[in-house]
């Protein structure tokens, strides 16, 4: 069966510090794989989304930028965050028709 | 581009039925899938829809209609458990994106 893996579930970082959001997803291959983020109470935005090795798409630009090393290995990154960067990320993988996505358990990132 | 509309909140009792509409727009759409997320937790999937009719999983039941753009989600014999905010999604072909819409938070009272 398939899995995902996202790491850490909650980070305290202070301004200026950099990120790496680490997504693993195990029993598939050549998923559909997105970042999201989620303020408190509102919905989902979709940052990043990459359909392959290499190939990121980029939603919403901004200092937060996502990588795809491996076949199932998504990474988001920061060099450098701002207070505005707070929020619930989460990781997500789909097939190729889209048709049901499975979920990370998220990482509650607070920049202080 | 892709855009999809949902109520903000719905509040019903335990025992009732209560549906949850979605509208979309999208290009190439492929289908419409429905997530439930409990406070504080990630999306759970729930249904998903290519084609225009009814899929009815245990409790919740989810329908579709391509040449309207909508669908909705049928939830039976509400529990206090089925209290959480419910997302509708699309995806494009077109353009690989899935997006959510802005979810709804459904309230059940006892």
């Known amino acids: 069966s398939q899995t995902i893996h996202q790491w850490p579930a909650t980070l305290v970082q202070p301004v200026g510090s950099p990120l790496s959001l680490e997504c693993t997803v195990e029993g598939t291959s050549n998923p559909n794989l997105y970042w999201y983020r989620q303020a408190a109470g509102r919905g989902l935005q979709l940052l990043f989304y990459?359909?392959?090795?290499?190939?990121i798409s980029s939603e919403v630009p901004q200092n937060l930028s996502a990588s795809r090393p491996q076949d199932r290995q998504f990474i988001l990154s920061s060099k450098k965050l701002l207070l505005s960067d707070s929020g619930f990320y989460l990781c997500a993988w789909s097939t190729t028709t889209g048709g049901n996505a499975f979920f990370g358990q998220g990482t509650r990132l607070t920049v202080v | 581009g892709q855009s999809l509309e949902q109520p903000s909140e719905v509040t019903a009792v335990e025992g009732a039925i209560v549906q949850i509409n979605c509208t979309y727009q999208t290009s190439g759409f492929y289908g419409l899938s429905w997530y439930q997320q409990h406070d504080g937790g990630a999306p759970t999937f729930l249904s998903y829809n290519a084609l225009d009719g009814l899929e009815e999983t245990g409790r919740f039941s989810s329908f579709l209609s391509r040449s309207d753009s909508y669908g909705y989600l049928l939830l039976q014999e509400l529990q206090m458990k089925d209290s959480a905010s419910y997302f509708c999604a699309v995806f494009s072909g077109a353009t690989n994106k899935l997006i959510f819409g802005t979810g709804t938070l459904l309230a059940v009272q006892p």
């Open positions: 990459s359909v392959g090795i290499g190939q």
